[in-house]
C-alpha cells in the first residue's frame, strides 16, 4: 500500500461544475496536510494547507480532513478551464521531528469549456 | 519576494558528463529540499536539509548523486556520471516550517 494515494484520472467536470479531489494515507501519525496545484510543464503551487479535522474554505477551494478516515478531499467550485491541472496531495508527519511531505502521485483534471 | 531560485532552468548533456544542478532558497528559510519528478514515479525527495545539515539522503538513488548546502543561502545536486536513466525535472524547495514553496526547476536530458 502506498503511503499516499490519489486517482490518477484525468477527472473531467464541465465547466461550473464541483470538482471534487480525494487522496488518503496510510500513516495515522500523519499532522499536516497541503493540496499543491501544478499545471503541466510547470512546478508545484501551494493552494491549500489544512491541520486539523473538518472543512476550510479559501475563495473556490475547500479542503476537508478526516482523520479518522485517513482521507483529505479538496472542492473546487465553480469550476473553470483554468483550473485544468494536476493536483497533488501532500502529507507530513511532524511527529518524526522532520518536514518531509511524502507526495501522492496526483490528479489531473480536466474542466470542459 | 524572490521565490526559490533554481539554474539552469534546462540541460542537456551526454552520458558520463558530470551535472551541477544549482538552488537559491527563500532568504529566512531554514530547510531545503531537493526532488526529482518524472511520469513514471510521481515526484520523489532526494534528500532533505536543515540548517545546512543533511537531514534525510534516504531518496538518493546512488553514489553517482551528491548534493551540498554550504551555507544557507545556497546547495548543489551534482550527478557524477550522468546517465539517461537520470533524465527527469528537478525541483528545489524551501520552508520555514511548514509548507514549502518550490523552484521552477530544471528539466535534465542525458543523451
Known amino acids: 500500500q502506498k503511503e499516499v494515494e490519489q486517482n490518477s484520472g484525468p477527472l473531467s467536470v464541465p465547466e461550473g461544475a464541483i470538482a471534487s479531489l480525494n487522496c488518503t494515507y496510510s500513516?495515522?501519525?500523519?499532522?499536516?496536510f497541503f493540496w499543491y496545484r501544478q499545471y503541466s510543464g510547470k512546478s508545484p503551487e501551494l493552494i491549500m494547507s489544512i491541520y486539523s479535522n473538518g472543512d476550510k474554505e479559501d475563495g473556490r477551494f475547500t479542503a476537508q480532513l478526516n482523520k479518522a478516515s485517513q482521507y483529505v478531499s479538496l472542492l473546487i467550485r465553480d469550476s473553470q478551464p483554468s483550473d485544468s491541472a494536476t493536483y497533488l496531495c501532500?502529507?507530513?508527519?511532524?511527529?518524526?521531528?522532520?518536514?518531509?511531505?511524502?507526495f501522492g502521485t496526483g490528479t489531473r483534471l480536466k474542466v470542459l469549456a | 519576494d524572490a521565490g526559490v531560485i533554481q539554474s539552469p532552468r534546462h540541460e542537456v548533456t551526454e552520458m558520463g558528463q558530470e551535472v551541477t544542478l544549482r538552488c537559491k532558497p527563500i532568504s529566512g528559510h531554514n530547510s531545503l529540499f531537493w526532488y526529482r519528478q518524472t511520469m513514471m514515479r510521481g515526484l520523489e525527495l532526494l534528500i532533505y536539509f536543515n540548517n545546512n545539515v543533511p537531514i534525510d539522503d534516504s531518496g538518493m538513488p546512488e553514489d553517482r548523486f551528491s548534493a551540498k548546502m554550504p551555507n544557507a543561502s545556497f546547495s548543489t545536486l551534482k550527478i557524477q556520471p550522468s546517465e539517461p536513466r537520470d533524465s527527469a525535472v528537478y525541483f528545489c524547495?524551501?520552508?520555514?516550517?511548514?509548507?514549502?514553496?518550490f523552484g521552477d526547476g530544471t528539466r535534465l536530458s542525458i543523451l
Open positions: 500513516d495515522r501519525v500523519s499532522q499536516s
Open positions: 501532500a502529507v507530513n508527519r511532524e511527529a518524526s521531528g522532520t518536514y518531509k511531505y511524502i
Open positions: 524547495a524551501s520552508s520555514l516550517g511548514l509548507p514549502q514553496h
